[in-house]
């Protein structure tokens, strides 16, 4: 129960500061500005982003098609999710769930990070204090965002998977990746995972990844286009390869029907800064994850959660422009930058998860500045990536949980 405190408080000033809202004059919103959550245009309805969801199948159950008009939603915003949400009619969701939808989402996020956030110091309770309240967190539990339940999910199925036998796990895990990558395709970065310490190492994470896209493609095939064309480019809270430049873009005057050019720009950019950061990583493996990166070694919960969370953080940077309630997945590579500060008290490994915390409340910070954590948070987790892959290769022992999973 000590470990967890800093969670705990955490949600509790959660509570007090939506109870206290509720005898606002502006109700729950008082409440959502002060945590930093922006506000839709009226109407100002509960989990906005689980409507999305909830009134695209009320549209289709009508005849029409969500992906190609948004007059059943409030906003006139047109669906953008896989075709695999919709299936949802068939167990009797409609626009009357959402709200159940939405608090249950909510309280299975709040469950997942009182598993995996624990401190034993006041520095580490207070970065997790930090990491919960902030925006970014905020923002996808008030939305009712699916990226919220995607890393839920990844969380508890990588804490149930992580005692099995080797072949029971890999096909768990396989199972599971395949499963999120259907619901959302990015999670498909998690394979990382499944690369083993023998015989053909990388193998079964690429057999997994390469089912995982073709389960992905052959489910939204007919509505791939839809999908991007309907999900919104810009640098408004916004993480990824693109808000920079869109910015830049914005500043300069690029005509509008350039942005798309700049966010492939930055793209570019992301690809090649990433892959120097990574082999720099590989380059510095020796000496990198005891001056600033802790080491990470294959079997435990936490490093693996850490290492999908990585891949899966790096991978959403690449595809350009990310609303910030995916930095929850940072959330999973944190609790192993607390272990390695608490275990060692050598306040240089403060810097990576102070970085962490700065990226979670950029909205907070003026633009330079959160480009800058943007960036670098980036760069970094790209290094760290690159300092796991030698250790892929020789890692043989296996090190025990401190804090159990």
Same mark, same amino acid.
């Given at each position: 129960?000590?470990?967890?405190?800093?969670?705990?408080?955490?949600?509790?000033?959660?509570?007090?500061?939506?109870?206290?809202?509720?005898?606002?004059?502006?109700?729950?919103?008082?409440?959502?500005?002060?945590?930093?959550?922006?506000?839709?245009?009226?109407?100002?309805?509960?989990?906005?982003?689980?409507?999305?969801?909830?009134?695209?199948?009320?549209?289709?159950?009508?005849?029409?098609?969500?992906?190609?008009?948004?007059?059943?939603?409030?906003?006139?915003?047109?669906?953008?999710?896989?075709?695999?949400?919709?299936?949802?009619?068939? !167990?009797?969701?409609?626009? /009357?769930? &959402?709200?159940?939808? *939405?608090?249950?989402?909510?309280? #299975? =996020?709040? $469950?997942? +990070?009182?598993?995996?956030?624990?401190?034993?110091?006041?520095?580490?309770?207070?970065?997790?204090?930090?990491?919960?309240?902030?925006?970014?967190?905020?923002?996808?539990?008030?939305?009712?965002?699916?990226?919220?339940?995607?890393?839920?999910? !990844?969380?508890?199925?990588? /804490?149930? &998977?992580?005692?099995? *036998?080797?072949?029971?796990?890999? #096909? =768990?895990? $396989?199972? +599971?990746?395949?499963?999120?990558?259907?619901?959302?395709?990015?999670?498909?970065?998690?394979?990382?995972?499944?690369?083993?310490?023998?015989?053909?190492?990388?193998?079964?994470?690429?057999?997994?990844?390469?089912?995982?896209?073709?389960?992905?493609?052959?489910?939204?095939?007919?509505?791939?286009?839809?999908?991007?064309?309907?999900?919104?480019?810009?640098?408004?809270?916004?993480?990824?390869?693109?808000?920079?430049?869109?910015?830049?873009?914005?500043?300069?005057?690029?005509?509008?029907?350039?942005?798309?050019?700049?966010?492939?720009?930055?793209?570019?950019?992301?690809?090649?800064?990433?892959?120097?950061?990574?082999?720099?990583?590989?380059?510095?493996?020796?000496?990198?994850?005891?001056?600033?990166?802790?080491?990470?070694?294959?079997?435990?919960?936490?490093?693996?959660?850490?290492?999908?969370?990585?891949?899966?953080?790096?991978?959403?940077?690449?595809?350009?422009?990310?609303?910030?309630?995916?930095?929850?997945?940072?959330?999973?590579?944190?609790?192993?930058?607390?272990?390695?500060?608490?275990?060692?008290?050598?306040?240089?490994?403060?810097?990576?998860?102070?970085?962490?915390?700065?990226?979670?409340?950029?909205?907070?910070?003026?633009?330079?500045?959160?480009?800058?954590?943007?960036?670098?948070?980036?760069?970094?987790?790209?290094?760290?990536?690159?300092?796991?892959?030698?250790?892929?290769?020789?890692?043989?022992?296996?090190?025990?949980?401190?804090?159990?999973?």
């Amino acid at each position: 129960m000590q470990q967890r405190a800093g969670a705990i408080l955490a949600f509790l000033i959660f509570a007090i500061v939506l109870t206290v809202g509720l005898v606002q004059p502006e109700g729950l919103l008082w409440s959502w500005d002060l945590l930093g959550v922006p506000r839709m245009p009226p109407p100002n309805p509960r989990f906005t982003d689980t409507i999305s969801v909830t009134h695209s199948i009320d549209c289709l159950r009508a005849g029409f098609d969500p992906y190609r008009t948004g007059q059943c939603d409030p906003w006139g915003r047109m669906f953008n999710y896989p075709p695999v949400w919709l299936e949802l009619r068939h !167990l009797g969701v409609s626009s /009357a769930a &959402t709200d159940v939808i *939405g608090v249950s989402m909510a309280l #299975l =996020a709040a $469950g997942a +990070l009182l598993m995996i956030l624990r401190a034993t110091t006041p520095v580490g309770g207070a970065l997790v204090i930090l990491a919960i309240l902030s925006p970014a967190v905020m923002f996808g539990i008030e939305r009712g965002n699916v990226d919220v339940f995607l890393f839920s999910c !990844l969380a508890f199925g990588l /804490a149930i &998977t992580h005692r099995m *036998g080797p072949a029971s796990r890999w #096909l =768990a895990r $396989g199972g +599971l990746v395949a499963v999120l990558a259907v619901l959302k395709a990015y999670p498909i970065a998690a394979c990382i995972i499944l690369v083993r310490q023998a015989g053909w190492r990388w193998a079964p994470a690429i057999a997994a990844g390469l089912i995982s896209l073709l389960l992905f493609v052959v489910v939204s095939r007919n509505h791939l286009a839809f999908i991007f064309s309907n999900t919104p480019l810009t640098s408004y809270y916004s993480f990824g390869a693109a808000p920079l430049f869109l910015d830049l873009a914005d500043w300069v005057g690029v005509p509008e029907e350039s942005r798309t050019a700049m966010r492939w720009l930055g793209v570019g950019a992301a690809f090649v800064l990433g892959l120097a950061a990574a082999g720099l990583g590989m380059r510095l493996s020796q000496g990198a994850p005891t001056l600033l990166l802790p080491a990470l070694r294959r079997g435990t919960f936490r490093d693996d959660l850490c290492l999908a969370c990585l891949a899966i953080f790096c991978f959403s940077f690449l595809l350009g422009s990310n609303f910030n309630y995916r930095l929850i997945f940072l959330l999973g590579a944190l609790p192993r930058m607390i272990e390695a500060l608490e275990g060692r008290r050598q306040w240089r490994l403060v810097v990576l998860p102070s970085l962490v915390i700065a990226l979670l409340w950029a909205v907070r910070l003026p633009a330079w500045a959160a480009h800058s954590a943007n960036w670098i948070v980036y760069l970094i987790s790209c290094a760290w990536l690159g300092t796991i892959l030698p250790q892929m290769e020789a890692a043989r022992v296996k090190r025990p949980e401190p804090h159990g999973v």
